[in-house]
């Protein structure tokens, strides 16, 4: 596609269900990143990846979050048992090596 | 601990004048800069970005100044269009890892009037 997609654009959910996030980078793009923007703040990352490998997960809060590129493409941000501190906006972006990172419009995951 | 700041969350510009949007950091092995651009309920836009070898970048209406030894830097667009209406984050990214993950600001919201 002509940019990065991120599937659904909007989840509400309740506290302690499972929620997928889906990010489909720009085509070619090796280089993936996760980050979680919460109200009145900027960005913080979570996690990249290189290819199908998690090259830093040094972002992600706790054992609740896993993320995974299985195909080098796709990528799917995990989150068990969620809670309420959870809620924000789930950034997906990629790039190329010595280019920009490009970002997707974001998840708004609400947990209620 | 913020590493990226950004101390002014909003500003107000009058159409055609300049926009100063301002950006400290603490941590010195940064080496590279970026501004963003972001619209409500879009992700965030690469604006323009500056190396730590260089002390400004420029591209059209959008100029980008880093000061090393004071761990500043500013983005100037000039002149101001009512479309530069948005919130600008500055980003860091370096320290020689192989990650390139950017670190945030929290981030200004420019409103320029017409």
């Known amino acids: 596609g002509a940019g990065v997609s991120q599937t659904p654009s909007n989840k509400v959910t309740e506290k302690g269900k499972y929620v997928e996030l889906r990010c489909d980078p720009i085509?070619?793009?090796?280089?993936l990143y996760w980050y979680r923007q919460s109200l009145g703040q900027g960005p913080e990352f979570l996690i990249y990846?290189?290819?199908?490998?998690?090259?830093?997960d040094s972002g992600l809060p706790n054992d609740r979050f896993f993320a995974v590129r299985p195909e080098g493409s796709v990528s799917t941000l995990k989150i068990q048992r969620t809670e309420r501190g959870d809620s924000a906006v789930y950034l997906c972006?990629?790039?190329?090596?010595?280019?920009?990172?490009?970002f997707g419009q974001g998840t708004r995951l609400t947990v209620v | 601990d913020q590493q990226v700041k950004q101390n002014s969350p909003s500003l107000s510009v009058q159409e055609g004048r300049i926009s100063i949007l301002n950006c400290d950091y603490t941590?010195?092995?940064?080496?590279?800069f970026l501004w963003y651009k972001k619209y409500p309920a879009e992700g965030p836009t690469f604006l323009i970005s500056?190396?730590?070898?260089?002390d400004k970048n420029e591209d059209g209406r959008f100029t980008v100044f880093l000061n090393k030894s004071a761990k500043h830097l500013s983005l100037h667009i000039v002149p101001s269009q009512p479309g530069d209406s948005a919130v600008y984050f500055c980003?860091?990214?370096?320290?020689?890892?192989?990650?390139?993950?950017?670190?945030f600001g929290t981030g200004t919201l420019l409103a320029v009037q017409p």
């Open positions: 980003a860091a990214s370096g320290y020689g890892g192989a990650t390139n993950k950017l670190i």
């Open positions: 972006a990629s790039k190329e090596p010595n280019t920009e990172a490009f």
């Open positions: 500056i190396s730590s070898i260089k």
């Open positions: 990846f290189q290819g199908t490998g998690a090259a830093d």
């Open positions: 085509s070619g793009h090796t280089a």
């Open positions: 941590n010195s092995m940064f080496d590279y």
